[in-house]
Nanobody, 121 residues
Framework: QVQLVESGGGLVQAGGSLRLSCAASGSIARLNAMAWYRQAPGKQRELVAAVTSGGSTNYADSVKGRFSISRDNAKNTVYLQMNSLKPEDTAVYYC???????????????WGQGTQVTVSS
């Protein structure tokens, strides 16, 4: 199985920056798409940014130009650099990957435990 561990969340003032990391571990055969989602209180979980195995990236309109997603395949890690943070960015951020474990011949979706990001005004 694949375990995802997020780090880098915390409290930051508006206009500040944070860098989230998500490291995947386990008997990994390959990781395909990697993404970050977020969920604010009372709202549905939404896609923030995603990067495919081919390196293509997609961003939510609300974060485009401020956030940047990247991946290090050698380390099985995905990052989310968040700049110019706004109070509306406050949410629990979840790492998500699509991949497969050695010995299993189909892809599965894996979720991290979530990390809190709080942006004060």
């Amino acid at each position: 199985q694949v375990q995802l561990v997020e780090s880098g969340g915390g409290l930051v003032q508006a206009g500040g920056s944070l860098r989230l990391s998500c490291a995947a571990s386990g008997s990994i055969a390959r990781l395909n798409a990697m993404a970050w989602y977020r969920q604010a209180p009372g709202k549905q979980r939404e896609l923030v940014a995603a990067v495919t195995s081919g390196g293509s990236t997609n961003y939510a309109d609300s974060v485009k130009g401020r956030f940047s997603i990247s991946r290090d395949n050698a380390k099985n890690t995905v990052y989310l650099q968040m700049n110019s943070l706004k109070p509306e960015d406050t949410a629990v951020y979840y790492c998500n990957v699509v991949g497969r474990v050695v010995g299993i011949w189909f892809d599965r979706t894996y979720w991290g435990q979530g990390t809190q990001v709080t942006v004060s005004s």
